[in-house]
């Protein structure tokens, strides 16, 4: 996994590039808030959602609600990109359609997309 920090608007963000999935339970978020945490100080950070497993997508799995609820209890915000059109599940996108309306986690499509939501909330 690579960490880079960038400041937009004043705000430190934390780009993170891996090949890995780093999100697969609960632990594994919690650990990765960490270690970003203790490597940049950040609390806000990209994240590209083939580093998340798939199971996060599949609501009944109870995953992304408990890795969203950790963010929240942490005030840790976190835009993940890539392309969600290619789920089909009405509530994975009522999901992704009212997380984007909050200020804790982002679904958005490209990495320049969500710097610019981070750096604004």
Known sequence: ?????ITENGIDIALIDSSEILIYD????????????????ADRFVLNKSTIDEKFFDLSS????????KFTNYRVKVAI????????????KDFIYESNKANHIFFLPIEQQAIERLSKI
């Open 1 to 5: 996994m690579n960490i880079k920090l």
């Open 26 to 41: 609960i632990q594994s978020a919690l650990d990765l808030m960490a270690t970003i945490s203790y490597q940049t100080g």
């Open 62 to 69: 109870g995953l992304a609600g408990e890795v969203l609820q």
């Open 81 to 92: 990109i890539g392309d969600f059109s290619i789920y089909s599940s009405k509530s994975l």
